[in-house]
């Protein structure tokens, strides 16, 4: 993972909606929740919950799936494992190296 992809997927959960968002679809577990759950939950507006859910799925955070008429938010556990090995890389072994 790269330095960039690491930042976005930080910019993404620095805002205390979409991380409210994420900890939702995190929870939810691998079957993933229903966006109007989510809203209801959550008490934002759709266009406001979309554009969050946009932002998130941008950053390879969450994914989206249809079943029939409802669209379900999913974790993308693996990227959320790569963000977290990226920060914990190399921790403690005593010396700064810029990385690129």
């Known amino acids: 993972m790269t330095i960039e992809q690491v930042a976005k997927a930080l910019k993404e959960l620095g805002h205390p909606t979409r991380l409210a968002i994420y900890k939702g679809v995190v929870r939810a577990g691998e079957q993933g929740v229903a966006v109007g759950v989510l809203q209801e939950a959550l008490g934002v507006p759709g266009s406001t919950l979309s554009h ?22 999913v974790a993308e556990y693996q990227q959320l494992q790569s963000v977290i090995d990226f920060l914990q890389d190399e921790c403690c072994i005593g010396e700064y190296e810029q990385s690129k």
């Open 52 to 73: 969050h859910i946009s932002s998130l799925g941008s950053a390879g955070l969450i994914f989206q799936r249809r079943e029939g008429r409802t669209l379900y938010c």
